[in-house]
């Protein structure tokens, strides 16, 4: 499978063990990725209120994409929401087309935008994916989190259910881990808040731990720089706030079963996390393919 | 109390026209936006129910100086429950663009740092083409937690850092000029 490639800011900086195991898991699922050239910022949270800044600097995206001939795949929910907005805009509302393809001098035409967890559960498939994890992760208890807008609004690039998704949940188990009921599965982590009211993003986050960990998780696993950004990013500064001790490791979706699938742990860069995962590693029950 | 000489009838097609705030009107007030905000959970004074119906009341001055319009996490949960598809976290965009537009013209004054934040990150990527995040994040700091607050974040900087995770320098793109247009036509 060919697919055009956005990673977006994020995972050329903080994010850059999601670029990394994104590549790897794509490369061992036989998906072949094109990064789409010279890609501007989606405008990320910062421009989402001002809704047709952040179409516009999508837009251009899209355009570029729409060069390659190939489905577009982006592994960040932010950055996935905000370009598949501006496609379905630049669909349906011609007099914002007209000014975007004036803006870019070229035609529009429309590109599929998917978000990488969808490729990897509904095209490459569960099935095909298990026979390629040659190591379970048997001894780990993981819970999915979501997060916001991968789900959500379910009108832009809809491929689980907004209330209770569980396409993670199905891609945890198939890597061997056991996958925990998790309350917090869709609610918000707090990122658009944690430079203007960080006490409330860090309430938000605090939750989301607690909660993980009543459910008796080793870790959560992710599918957004956003949310690994204050679940793992910040995790020793909500330490700090609430004068408490987290320790729990956060992996990417990618890493989790990257490491499934027998990649290295350089390869899925899981020295970049900041909270690390060793100790996640060591519960790791070796030959537990039963 | 409500002044109804106080009101201005105008604000909700103000908010209608625009982008994002189309489906204001459509509100019936059912309160779905509300029960479900995670911000209301914590803050009991955020209430999005109340913001849109003192909008489709005409409280322009209320609404466009209240703190609270800068509080929506865009979790987007009451836009995908919302009964009447009010769109209610764009809605919330197109509040903050015309309290945008009144704070620069020196009509209110805006206390959160929220917008200020927003403006440096959309200013980086209107320069380069991508956010600078050690530029824009080091200036919000110094803006608004003084020199203190810049040390204060050195170690974390310095981690990242190490882990290769920031740069010290913009990156550019090369199609700077369509960036350009971009801007000029949204903004126009």
Redesign the interface.
């Known amino acids: 499978m060919k697919l055009a490639y956005y990673p977006g800011c994020t995972l050329h900086g903080t994010a850059r063990e999601y670029d990394a195991s994104t590549k790897a898991v794509c490369k061992a699922s036989n998906i072949e990725l094109t990064e789409i050239e010279d890609w501007n910022c989606c405008g990320a949270l910062e421009a989402i209120f001002d809704k047709e800044l952040s179409m516009g600097l999508s837009a251009r995206n899209n355009m570029l994409a729409q060069r390659t001939g190939l489905d577009l795949v982006i592994p960040c929910s932010i950055c996935s929401h905000n370009l598949s907005r501006a496609d379905m805009a630049m669909r349906n509302d011609e007099s914002f087309r007209a000014k975007m393809e004036k803006a870019l001098g070229e035609r529009y035409r429309g590109i599929r935008v998917r978000h990488l967890l969808d490729i990897l559960v509904n095209d490459v498939g569960i099935d095909t994916l298990s026979s390629k994890f040659i190591k379970p992760l048997k001894g780990i208890k993981a819970v999915p989190y979501y997060g916001c807008l991968l789900v959500r609004p379910s009108e832009v690039g809809r491929f689980d259910n907004p209330e209770n998704p569980t396409s993670l949940d199905n891609l945890i188990r198939a890597a061997g881990a056991e996958c925990l009921p998790f309350t917090q599965k869709t609610k918000c982590c707090g990122g658009n808040l944690l430079m203007s009211k960080q006490d409330y993003a860090f309430i938000f986050t605090k939750k989301l731990f607690d909660e993980a960990k009543a459910a008796g998780a080793d870790c959560i696993v992710v599918a957004c720089p956003m949310c690994h950004m204050l679940l793992d990013g910040q995790q020793s500064m909500v330490e700090e706030a609430h004068n408490t001790v987290i320790g729990m490791p956060v992996l990417y979706f990618t890493q989790l079963i990257g490491l499934a699938m027998g990649l290295s742990e350089k390869e899925l860069e899981l020295d970049k996390n900041m909270v690390s995962p060793a100790r996640l590693l060591d519960l790791i029950i070796e030959g537990g393919k039963e | 109390m409500i002044k109804t000489s106080q009101l201005d009838s105008n604000f909700k097609y103000e908010i209608a026209n625009e ?2 705030g189309e489906n204001i009107k459509r509100c019936f007030n059912c309160t779905g936006c509300t029960v479900g905000c ?2 209301t959970e ?2 009991k004074g955020y209430n999005p129910r109340k913001i849109i119906r003192k909008a489709l009341l005409g409280m322009r001055d209320e609404v466009l100086s209240d703190d609270s319009i ?8 009451c ?2 429950r919302c009964p009447q598809d009010v769109k209610i ?2 809605v ?3 509040i ?2 015309i309290a945008q537009r009144e704070a620069k013209a020196g009509n209110i004054k805006l206390d ?3 917008p200020l ?2 403006n440096l ?2 200013n980086s ?1 209107r320069k380069n ?3 600078h ?1 050690a530029g824009v ?1 080091g200036m ?1 700091t110094l803006k608004t937690k003084g020199i203190k607050g810049l040390i204060d974040y050195i170690p ?1 900087g310095l ?2 850092f190490r ?5 010290i320098l913009p ?1 550019k ?3 700077k000029d ?2 350009k ?7 126009r």
Not at chain 2, 163 to 167: A, F, I, L
């Open positions: 982008p994002g995670p911000v914590i803050d800068w509080l929506c996490a865009s979790c987007y949960l836009y995908e976290t764009e919330m965009g197109a903050r663009a959160n740092p929220k934040f927003d990150f959309i990527v083409g991508k956010w995040e994040s919000f974390m981690e990242l882990k290769g995770k920031v740069s990156h793109i090369k199609g369509q960036i247009r971009i801007f000029e036509e949204v903004e």
